[in-house]
């Protein structure tokens, strides 16, 4: 396995959270769309899964 990238963002509380609640509700689909393959689409959703949680922890939780 890879080792991991860590990524810091400074973001605006408002920024967080509208970037939580996106990371919620985009679809395996619109992923798909703009992937070259299902390969990077399992990658992305992934990473976005991280994303996700890095959020929530930090105290942004999707509504």
Do not use: C, W, Y
């Not at 509700?25 to 393959?37: G, L, M, N, P, T």
């Amino acid at each position: 396995m890879s080792q991991p990238v860590v990524i810091t963002a400074e973001l605006t509380p408002e920024n967080a959270q509208a970037l939580a609640q996106f990371v919620k509700r985009i679809s395996h689909e619109a992923i798909r769309a703009v992937s070259r393959d299902d390969a990077e689409t399992f990658l992305v959703r992934d990473a976005l899964d991280s994303l996700r949680e890095a959020l929530d922890l930090a105290g942004f939780d999707p509504e």
